[in-house]
């Protein structure tokens, strides 16, 4: 869906070197075990390159050094926490800003911020009510499209009406794919503004996007409509223009492309593993029957959610996370010295078989495991540290699949291989196809 390389590396690899470059860290590895720069200017840049993403690269190199590793972007340290226990340590602390949040602003060039803890809560509560606000005031479009519907119900619960139009939602799709497609390319190798052709495309999309939220923005202030979006929730809390503009940005591009990526990655995991979609399906004929799909019975899907759960652990649907070290801080014998980035492994913490037995079978019935759930909870992808744009996706990908699977049976292309991309979100290198029959 996206095409983030630079060099042959990832997306995500832009997103820590556009951190990285904004925020310079210490020179000093503070002993932390890991592996010196392969080259004085690029670091081990070179060895990313060679991994072929920076998630395989952190594979390798947690295995090699352990759970707590050091290594070099540039001129600059890094260091990345690869188990559950190192993650509990840092976590607890320093979890007030929403780093996918801040490293796509730094990407994008805005400069709004919260800057402080009590700013930081209260855009957190904002952000929870407006997702909920605008999931319960426009469940009933989320029946209306099916296969190719991410990108539609995103942008109606998220920016409303305009998106009716198909017309708007192909304009959409496509500045969306441009500026992704470019995001952060210059931080690293100055690619971007060598090309004057891809520097205007760039700019005049993103143009784009941030003219249609602002006309949207102004159309909803202090006016009362009959569904409620979640730019209404950012217009009546306590933000500026500029803040209601980036926010709303963040969210709508995240939004689509987790909500997309989890309901293929569902799709596939579910004609693979039969025993789980015919679960699955006599979990839905039961809670649902021959009537509707409402959101009171979406909530009691347990099995389905855990599905999903699975879904999001066994693609390692965001296998990086990353925060920056405001002050010094340790973990475990280690110093990690102020402003140096931190990454989160968290594709690697997702298959450490100390925490996930048979880390590579998809079972979604793990999570009937309190304690499984917690350490889920623990790393974002549920309970009250979950992003708005899981959020939004889960609720997304649940319509989805009580649709579908209540009505045909899914099943795989036989001889089909699906080899996994690893960017800023999981996807597959190549298009994933399935078959379908009727149920009934």
């Not at 592996?35 to 670091?43: H, L």
């Not at 800057?115 to 999931?135: A, C, I, P, Q």
């Not at 996007?209 to 909803?220: N, Q, Y």
């Not at 880390?359 to 009250?384: A, C, I, N």
Request: hydrophobic share 40%; glycine share 6%.
């Amino acid at each position: 869906m996206l095409d983030f390389a630079i060099f042959a590396v990832t997306f995500l690899l832009a997103l820590v070197g556009a951190v990285l470059y904004l925020y310079p860290a210490s020179r000093q590895a503070a002993g932390i075990p890991g592996i010196t720069p392969t080259e004085e200017k690029d670091g081990n840049l070179p060895d990313i390159v060679n991994s072929g993403s920076l998630h395989e690269f952190l594979v390798n190199l947690h295995e090699k050094y352990g759970p707590v590793v050091s290594f070099w972007f540039g001129r600059r340290l890094v260091v990345s926490l690869g188990t559950v226990d190192v993650l509990k340590q840092h976590i607890n602390p320093n979890k007030t800003s929403d780093p996918f949040e801040t490293m796509l602003k730094s990407l994008l060039r805005y400069q709004s911020d919260s800057g402080n803890v009590s700013e930081n809560l209260m855009r957190k509560k904002l952000y929870e009510n407006g997702v909920t606000d605008s999931l319960r005031s426009n469940f009933a479009l989320l029946l209306k499209h099916m296969l190719g519907f991410a990108m539609k119900s995103v942008t109606q619960m998220v920016m409303g009406s305009t998106f009716e139009d198909e017309q708007e939602v192909i304009r959409f799709q496509k500045n969306h794919g441009t500026v992704w497609s470019e995001i952060g390319k210059g931080f690293l190798d100055g690619s971007l503004d060598k090309s004057t052709t891809r520097k205007k495309q760039y700019e005049d999309a993103l143009m784009q996007l941030e003219s249609i939220l602002k006309k949207i923005i102004k159309e909803r202030k202090g006016r009362n409509f009959s569904e409620h979006i979640f730019i209404d929730s950012l217009v009546q809390g306590d933000l500026n223009d500029q803040q209601i503009l980036e926010d709303s940005m963040i969210f709508s591009l995240a939004s689509c492309i987790i909500t997309a990526k989890l309901c293929t990655w569902a799709v596939c995991f579910l004609t693979t593993y039969e025993e789980v979609q015919k679960k699955l399906y006599e979990e839905i004929d039961q809670v649902f029957g021959k009537g509707p799909v409402t959101p009171e019975k979406i909530e009691e899907l347990r099995y389905c959610r855990q599905v999903l759960c699975e879904t999001v652990r066994t693609a390692r649907l965001t296998p990086v996370s990353a925060r920056l070290q405001d002050i010094e801080g340790k973990i475990d014998k280690f110093i990690i010295p102020r402003e140096t980035l931190v990454l989160y492994a968290l594709g690697v913490v997702l298959q450490d078989p100390s925490t996930w037995p048979s880390p590579y079978k998809f079972d979604p019935e793990r999570f009937d495991d309190e304690s499984v759930t917690k350490t889920f909870s623990l790393l974002g992808f549920s309970g009250t540290q979950e992003c708005p744009e899981l959020r939004f996706a889960y609720m997304v990908t649940t319509v989805l699949l009580s649709v579908l699977v209540r009505r045909l049976h899914l099943l795989s292309v036989e001889g089909q291989v699906i080899e996994t991309k690893y960017e800023l979100v999981t996807s597959s290198k190549e298009e994933a196809w399935i078959t379908v029959s009727k149920r009934y």
